[in-house]
T-cell receptor, first 114, second 109 residues
Framework: DAGITQSPRHKVTETGTPVTLRCHQTENHRYMYWYRQDPGHGLRLIHYSYGVKDTDKGEVSDGYSVSRSKTEDFLLTLESATSSQTSVYFC?????????????FGPGTRLTVT | LAKTTQPISMDSYEGQEVNITCSHNNIATNDYITWYQQFPSQGPRFIIQGYKTKVTNEVASLFIPADRKSSTLSLPRVSLSDTAVYYCLVTDNFNKFYFGSGTKLNVKP
């Protein structure tokens, strides 16, 4: 399995508080992604990174920000958590070229906003 | 980015071949087609990708007709452990992946 870890794995937080999720890879892959998955739905892309300090928005980026200061770390921040952001968050990585279509996913972080 | 349409669910029996078809009518010239598998409480796992004609690997085959408006994932001789959700994605050069709702495959004994 690809070396991807996510922390924390579970978190409960209150509405209005900032939350940061971390994705760490040991594969030196160029691309990193953050998705959310809600019950009964597929994954929706929040943000992705195509290199250090290079990021772009995905399908559902409102209320989220990201940072990538090192190749191996991609942080997702919920600036002011809301109950609608209760979800399972997955990080993924992929290489360059046509291999970028093959994403490797982390174990997920279950976030509950009360 | 081209959206995809898949059946919501499918049933099969162990040992059968399963074909899941995905429609992507607005696929663009540079788009690739990718399929993922997801088990409960896990992240998706890459199965196969293709651009045109047929691609085969150790777990599946992907059939893409000449007009590329659809694709079919073929799983040979499924087992109970193939029960999962299968996602068809069409991805462009801008690295934005849209998973859609997927097809829930239920393999029965």
């Amino acid at each position: 399995d690809a070396g991807i870890t996510q922390s924390p794995r579970h978190k409960v937080t209150e509405t209005g508080t900032p939350v940061t999720l971390r994705c760490h890879q040991t594969e030196n892959h160029r691309y990193m992604y953050w998705y959310r998955q809600d019950p009964g739905h597929g994954l929706r892309l929040i943000h992705y990174s195509y290199g250090v300090k290079d990021t772009d928005k995905g399908e559902v980026s409102d209320g989220y920000s990201v940072s990538r200061s090192k190749t191996e770390d991609f942080l997702l921040t919920l600036e002011s958590a809301t109950s609608s952001q209760t979800s399972v968050y997955f990080c993924a990585i992929s290489e360059s070229g046509t291999n970028r279509y093959e994403q490797y996913f982390g174990p997920g972080t279950r976030l509950t906003v009360t | 980015l081209a959206k995809t349409t898949q059946p919501i669910s499918m049933d099969s029996y162990e040992g059968q071949e399963v074909n899941i078809t995905c429609s992507h009518n607005n696929i663009a010239t540079n788009d690739y087609i990718t399929w993922y598998q997801q088990f409960p409480s896990q992240g998706p796992r890459f199965i196969i990708q293709g651009y045109k004609t047929k691609v085969t690997n150790e777990v599946a085959s992907l059939f893409i007709p000449a007009d590329r408006k659809s694709s079919t994932l073929s799983l040979p001789r499924v087992s109970l452990s193939d029960t999962a959700v299968y996602y068809c994605l069409v991805t462009d050069n801008f690295n934005k992946f849209y998973f859609g709702s997927g097809t829930k495959l239920n393999v029965k004994p």
